[in-house]
């Protein structure tokens, strides 16, 4: 997994977005970002990559409920797989003076894991890695799975 910020056009990202099985992208509810020559340069290289049979996910981050929300998501080349909530900064710089993580805040936590925990699990069906024992097992068993795989990821497992 790696976070390529903005440097898609370096060498090191187009290598590591050509060897990936799966991108996940992340957009922010910023037109004039979505309009920049930079991200259209990237949309062009995500549908490149998923032509190429790479399975490609688009997260909406820092959702917000206001009256351009749905203008927002039609601006999308894609429907995201999930909204992730905007978090309130004063929670952002609290957890960094702490030396933790803002995900694991009792506040944001159960968010997080609402907006991700139904992709995640899609994610695991697709895989057939536990896919079937989810689908099996209770909704909370399989949420339960998703939860413990986005604790190992926020806690640099």
Request: aromatic letters at 4%; proline letters at 5%; a negative charge.
């Amino acid at each position: 997994m790696a976070d390529l910020g903005a440097g898609w056009d370096q060498p090191e990202a187009i290598e590591l977005l050509e060897a990936a099985d799966e991108v996940v992208y992340v957009v922010e509810p910023l037109l004039h970002k979505l309009e920049s020559a930079a991200a259209r340069r990237n949309l062009l290289h995500l549908e490149e990559l998923r032509q190429s049979g790479k399975r490609v996910h688009g997260l909406a981050n820092k959702a917000v409920a206001v009256r351009q929300t749905e203008s927002w998501l039609q601006a999308l080349p894609e429907r995201p797989a999930c909204l992730l909530p905007s978090v309130d900064f004063t929670l952002v710089a609290e957890a960094s003076w702490q030396g933790t993580l803002v995900q694991a805040h009792p506040k944001v936590e159960p968010q997080l894991l609402r907006a991700l925990c139904p992709w995640l699990q899609r994610l695991q069906h697709a895989a057939g890695s536990g896919g079937e024992q989810a689908a099996e097992a209770s909704k909370e068993t399989a949420a339960a799975g998703a939860k413990g795989m986005l604790r190992k990821l926020w806690s640099g497992g």
